[in-house]
Every structure is written in C-alpha cells, then in structure tokens.
C-alpha cells in the first residue's frame, strides 16, 4: 500500500512566523502535489514537482514556497505566515494518474 | 485551464436508498476521472477512477458513469450504508503525459450523510 505522511497533524503558529510542512512517501513515486483545503473551495493545488529538485507552481502558489531535495520527501514554505493561510494542507504523491494523499495537517495562524 | 463544477454540495439519504454525485468538466482534453472519498480527520482516498476511453466503471456498490460528449460524469453508490457517510470530491485530469504531470482540478466536494 501507498503511503504518505505529513509531519504534524495540527499546527498552531504566529502571524509572520516561517513555518515548515513536511511530506514523505515510500512508494518511489515521481510526482508529489501540496493542496489546501478549505470548506466550500474543494482541493486548490499549491505547487507539484515531477522530479527532485524540480517544482510548478499550482493555481495558488502566492505566499508559499517548496522544497523537493529528496525524492519521497516534498516540503511546503510558508516564508511568512498569516491568517489566511489558516487551513487543511494536504500532500499527495502519483506514479501517472492515481493520487495518493496523506492525512493532512491542519494550520492556525494567530 | 480547468473548471470542474460538483453538485449537490450536501446530500441525505436512507439506509439502503442510492446515492448520485454529477460533476461537469470544462477542458475536452481531459482523460482521467476520479472519485475521492474523504472520512472524518483523514485524507481523501481514492475510490474508483475511469478514463476516458471507457463509459462506465463498477466496483462493488459503487459506480462511475461518464459522458464526454456532455462533459460530465457522475457517482453512483448503491444500497448505501452508514459507513458511506463521508466528503466526497470528483476530479478531472488531462493525463500523466506532457506537462500536466497528472494535475488533478477538484471539484468544490459533497457531503453524503446516510440515515440509519
């Protein structure tokens, strides 16, 4: 079975603070997506990368940033946190079509 | 780019009634349809997908039906039970292949809640 993990569950953080989200899956797979979700909007992707060292921005990558320097690991960057980040992240990771995502980390920022 | 519209948004049904989810794609190149199913402080799995090339896809309860001329597709969950209760999200891709890398859009998800 596929499987993909996220650093923390629930995440409580300051306004401005940099704050980390880390996602690592076992399953070799070459593509690794970061998702938030939030009531009402769906999965909104963040940024994706195909390769290691290699990343595309998503339909809202404003205000994130990623990191992929490892092959099953995939970091997601928030330089400076704020309130309207508040939401559910999620990672997944593909071979080709299917998806496979994580538990999710849920962020406040206060 | 692409837009995937998912209806109903909330959805209550009996024990033992079906269940139909529609969602509507905008890009015609689009090949690859799958259906998530979300539980309570998890993330979504997947529950059954069908490209393009194929009309309809069963999988024990639970079915996919799609029409590319229309450009929609629909979930169909049969003889439901409680344990069916969860958020689910439709998704459209244009395929793994050239420079989408598999990118999903998702639909906006429905919440089912079944009765007992």
């Known amino acids: 079975d596929v499987k993909v993990t996220q650093s923390s569950r629930y995440l409580v953080k300051r306004t401005g603070e940099k704050v980390f989200l880390e996602c690592v899956q076992d399953m070799d797979h070459e593509n690794m997506f970061w998702y938030r979700q939030d009531p009402g909007l769906g999965l909104r992707l963040i940024y994706f990368?195909?390769?290691?060292?290699?990343?595309e921005k998503g339909d809202i990558p404003e205000g994130y940033s990623v990191s992929r320097e490892k092959k099953e690991r995939f970091s997601l960057i928030l330089e400076s946190a704020s309130t309207n980040q508040t939401s559910m992240y999620l990672c997944?990771?593909?071979?080709?079509?299917?998806?496979?995502f994580g538990p999710g980390t849920r962020l406040l920022v206060l | 780019g692409e837009n995937v519209e998912q209806h109903p948004s909330t959805l209550s049904v009996q024990e033992g009634d079906s269940a139909v989810i529609k969602c509507t794609y905008s890009?015609?190149?689009?090949?690859?349809f799958p259906w998530y199913k979300q539980e309570l402080g998890k993330g979504p799995q997947l529950i059954i997908d069908i490209r393009s090339n194929v009309g309809e896809k069963k999988d024990q309860r639970i079915a996919v039906t799609l029409n590319k001329t229309a450009k929609h597709f629909s979930l169909h969950i049969t003889e439901t039970q409680p344990e069916d209760s969860a958020v689910y999200f439709c998704?459209?891709?244009?395929?793994?292949?050239?420079?989408?890398?598999?990118?999903?859009?998702f639909g906006q998800g429905t919440i089912l809640t079944v009765h007992p």
């Open positions: 997944a990771s593909s071979l080709e079509e299917a998806q496979y």
């Open positions: 890009d015609s190149a689009s090949n690859y």
């Open positions: 998704a459209a891709s244009s395929g793994a292949g050239g420079t989408s890398y598999g990118k999903l859009t």
């Open positions: 990368s195909y390769d290691v060292k290699m990343k």
